[in-house]
């Protein structure tokens, strides 16, 4: 059913953006509540290169994706290493403090609308099947998102980089003391991150929307994904993801008047009864 | 008899881990009881066991002769037994003698007074500084415990554990990271309880722990190897070899 | 008179004086009343700023003397607000009696939820009191036939406090009002962080694995204290519907346990008068700046709260401290 096939995209869509702070938090053990902003970073870039400069869409969404890695490189070197060790408290603290930077200054340049996009020509339609209709775009945005996914599972299992990486979430003394510079594969698993944010953010105006409360809206999806996933673990973010994708599209088609409290309410049993997710915590597998 | 402290068959399993094997100690009343192994041995783990900090896979632990495998560490402690930790745990924020004071009051059962203040309760706080005083801490009372040297810290440790006033002490490496001229003087403390009070000691330092105890247990692996008088333990030729060297005399 | 344990010698007064009030508690009172002669124009400001401190309390005696982390807290707030005005609305308009009913409702929903709450680790419990109070948002969101949904809550006619005293346009009688039940309910959370309970608060806070090995049942004093905090959450949310005779929707909002936070951060949490004081700096700024352009609000909002974690923690009253002069506070 084309509700399925649309709630799978937007699973798609919300595992993109959410399997950085997954492993930023597997990882760096840090809760950054200011995820989404690096998601509307992306979405407004990609916005603003469409519109103004004219790029075709294939260029204009890695490019937003680029930004977002630069801002999140930039930001995790200057500010967001001085709390590595600090408190969670103090963590949500600063990323709800950067959050609110990020959607007032989103505000200031774009308004609060909504941010139009038009999507290119060939991936605009749908196609028809008997029973379902397949819109190219969903089609598209599964494709993308699938092929990241392996591609994040091949570089952390397969690559030298994986095993640093690994090594770094499982003893980052003990990783260090082997030679292993910590601190560049903290920033270069934050920009990755953040690239893959800014990705899900630009491909996403469309589904998902973009205004300047992007990234208050979405944070709490974004939370369930990493707790029912499992902080760190990739393969668990997917299913959660393409879970409460389905969940969310479906609830808000069948039971409009019950509205997000069912999503809320789910997360919350599920802390309750499995703290440490349906997947458990898994050095960024 | 009967034993004060004891266990039976006590097991811990971290997945296929095994952590604790099969334990089964009794000790006496009043005994002064040191527990030796290498590294690794599993010395912490009886204790978090035997304490209710950890819960065990199987087996049971008895105090007084009361099964108390169900109950929770603060309620052991409430019927007599208390132990240390062998990395400081403490109240990095207070005083030395609201530390001490805290522990005292939950002993008296003032935990839940909310109305009077800490203040007003001149017996709970004259019994801390009495504490204090024969530990020697007088001096550091009114001091942060987070400035503090790690010998005065660790003195600090022993003493929030002695204020529970135990029936049954476990003292987990007390001398753990304490320079030799101070130890001396923690071990003092120690010697000085009330023959009453049973002891059950994790050490290391063999000086002290053939000076002060009168049964010696040794765990190897995650079971107790063998329990005897030191002149015995002192000969056994299975203790030797587990300890890979001249960590015994004799 | 010096207290000294006279067998060994040692001067109790440092503990034992502890409780003591200060020259400087008796001032920030009294500046509370002359505030009444000095700013009579802003007596409606003054009532919401005294309303806002003792939620903020509320925050700081789960906070900041349990280390209870919560990301919800409006919830309570909320809970008590709509209590407050629903019971009013519905003919019991009794200052008194919504004050109470706003607690106990708050109290409940506290009590019940703790358990939740303290299970797991501080990130479980962040995204649980997220969760929770997201939920109960979402509930007042749809509930419109209870609730009013976004449009408020209307139809609240509060009589008149203890029968005498009418609450008039000036917001004079709201003002003394709000003012009281702040004073009273700091007053008894005062006896409470220097009593036995409140120093094992702190014991648990900085030391919590210690607690149970010193004989304390860490799990009870926890929900006492976040039922406590719940409660006094819910008196402040209704005392906000009885002065403005309206419920918003947004007293449950993310964002009001956000800014609650950030009051607690600004003024220093772990010892209440930080509560108070970060209150009174934050509302005052927001009064006078938020007015320019709300943009530049939130953003230096954001960037306040960004500067104050990464170079001063402890907020006000922890600069306050480090003063070399009796200014330097210790509640």
């Given at each position: 059913m084309t509700v399925l096939f649309d709630g799978i995209a937007s699973g798609m869509l919300l595992f993109l953006i959410s399997v950085g702070l997954s492993v930023t938090l597997g990882l760096m053990n840090f809760v950054n509540l200011a995820h989404g902003a690096f998601a509307m970073l992306g979405g407004y870039t990609c916005a603003l290169l469409l519109s103004r400069a004219g790029l075709p869409f294939l260029l204009a969404v890695p490019l937003a994706a680029a930004t977002a890695a630069a801002a999140g490189v930039v930001l995790e070197r200057t500010l967001y290493r001085r709390l590595y060790a600090a408190s969670h408290l103090d963590q949500v603290l600063f990323s709800i403090g950067l959050m609110f930077m990020s959607i007032s200054t989103a505000h200031y340049f774009f308004g609060a609308r909504q941010q139009p996009v038009v999507l290119p020509e060939f991936l605009r339609g749908q196609i028809q099947l008997p029973g379902l209709d397949i819109g190219i775009y969903r089609l598209f945005l599964i494709a993308v998102g699938l092929c990241l996914a392996f591609g994040l599972q091949w570089l952390v299992s397969r690559t030298r980089f994986g095993a640093q990486l690994r090594a770094a979430v499982d003893n980052p003394r003990i990783a260090r003391g082997l030679g292993i510079d910590v601190d560049r594969v903290f920033t270069l698993t934050f920009a990755l991150g953040s690239a893959l944010a800014g990705l899900g953010g630009a491909l996403g105006i469309e589904m998902l929307g973009l205004d300047p409360g992007f990234p208050v809206k979405y944070i709490v999806y974004f939370l369930?994904?990493?707790?029912?996933g499992g902080s760190g673990n990739i393969k668990g973010s997917l299913i959660a993801s393409l879970m409460l994708g389905v969940f969310d599209v479906a609830g808000k088609y069948y039971l409009p008047q019950v509205g997000a409290f069912v999503i809320y309410a789910v997360m919350v049993v599920m802390l309750i009864l499995r703290p440490q997710g349906l997947f458990g915590r898994s050095a960024a597998k | 008899m009967t034993a004060v402290l004891q266990t039976r068959n006590l097991s811990k399993k971290f997945g296929?881990?095994?952590?604790?094997?099969?334990?089964?100690?009794?000790?006496?009343?009043?005994a002064r009881h040191a527990l030796i192994g290498p590294n690794g041995a599993g010395k912490t783990t009886l204790i978090n066991l035997l304490t209710g900090f950890l819960e065990p896979s199987a087996g049971e632990v008895f105090l007084k002769g009361a099964n108390v495998t169900r109950l929770a560490q603060h309620q052991?402690?409430?019927?007599?037994?208390?132990?240390?930790?062998?990395?400081?745990r403490l109240f990095a924020e207070m005083t030395v003698l609201e530390s001490i004071t805290l522990s005292v009051c939950e002993r008296l059962g003032l935990g839940w007074r909310w109305w009077s203040p800490v203040g007003s309760h001149a017996a709970a706080i004259d019994e801390a500084a009495e504490l204090l005083a024969t530990l020697h801490l007088l001096d550091v009372a009114h001091h942060k415990v987070r400035g503090?040297?790690?010998?005065?810290?660790?003195?600090i440790e022993i003493a929030l554990a002695?204020?529970?006033k135990p029936q049954v002490l476990l003292l987990d490496e007390p001398a753990a990271g304490v320079p030799t001229s101070e130890s001396r003087e923690l071990f003092e403390s120690i010697a000085r309880l009330p023959s009453e009070v049973t002891i059950l000691l994790i050490e290391h330092d063999m000086d002290l722990v053939f000076r002060f105890a009168e049964r010696i247990s040794v765990m190897v692996g995650g079971a107790l190897l063998t329990e005897d008088v030191p002149e015995v333990i002192a000969r056994d030729r299975r203790v030797r070899e587990v300890y890979l060297g001249e960590a015994l005399d004799g | 008179m010096n207290q000294m344990n006279h067998r060994i010698a040692l001067d109790l007064d440092p503990l034992r004086k502890l409780s003591a009030w200060r020259p400087a508690e008796y001032a920030f009172w009294l500046l509370t009343v002359a505030a009444y002669f000095l700013f009579p124009k802003s007596l409606a400001l003054m009532s919401q700023i005294a309303i806002t401190a003792l939620f903020a309390l509320s925050l700081d005696l789960?906070?900041?003397?349990?280390?209870?982390?919560?990301?919800?807290?409006?919830?309570?707030?909320?809970?008590?607000?709509?209590?407050a005005g629903l019971l009013s609305k519905y003919g019991w308009g009794d200052p008194l009696l919504g004050l109470a009913a706003g607690g106990l409702v708050a109290a409940t929903v506290g009590f019940v939820t703790s358990f939740l709450v303290l299970r797991g680790t501080d990130l479980t419990r962040l995204m649980v009191t997220l969760g929770v109070s997201m939920m109960l948002y979402e509930a007042a969101n749809k509930l419109t036939d209870f609730t009013g949904g976004v449009d408020g809550l209307q139809g609240v006619e509060m009589q008149p406090l203890l029968g005498m005293f009418g609450f008039d346009l000036y917001s004079r009688t709201a003002y003394w009002y709000s003012l009281v039940v702040l004073f009273l309910m700091?007053?008894?959370?005062?006896?409470?962080?220097?009593?036995?309970?409140?120093?094992?608060?702190?014991?648990?806070?900085?030391?919590?694995?210690?607690?149970?090995?010193?004989?304390?049942?860490?799990?009870?004093?926890?929900?006492?204290?976040?039922?406590?905090?719940?409660?006094?959450?819910?008196?402040?949310?209704?005392?906000?519907?009885?002065?403005?005779?309206?419920?918003s929707l947004d007293v449950m909002a993310f964002s009001r346990s956000a800014e609650l936070l950030l009051i607690l951060v600004l003024g220093g949490s772990g010892c209440l008068y930080g509560a108070l004081i970060g209150t009174v700096v934050f509302m005052a700024a927001h009064h006078f700046l938020a007015d320019i352009n709300p943009q530049y609000w939130q953003f230096w909002l954001g960037a306040a709260l960004v500067l104050i974690v990464l170079f001063a923690r402890d907020g006000i009253m922890g600069l306050l401290r480090k003063l070399p002069v009796p200014g330097g506070k210790q509640a």
């Open positions: 369930i994904v990493v707790a029912v | 296929g881990f095994v952590v604790s094997n099969n334990i089964s100690l009794t000790i006496q009343p009043g052991r402690v409430k019927r007599g037994l208390v132990r240390t930790f062998q990395i400081n503090l040297p790690y010998g005065k810290q660790r003195l002695l204020a529970s | 789960i906070l900041g003397y349990a280390g209870i982390v919560s990301l919800g807290h409006a919830a309570f707030f909320g809970l008590g607000a709509y209590a700091f007053w008894l959370a005062r006896r409470l962080a220097h009593s036995p309970f409140g120093l094992s608060l702190r014991g648990i806070k900085q030391n919590v694995a210690r607690m149970p090995a010193i004989g304390a049942p860490v799990h009870g004093r926890l929900v006492a204290i976040y039922t406590v905090g719940a409660a006094y959450a819910g008196v402040a949310g209704a005392l906000l519907t009885q002065t403005t005779q309206f419920v």
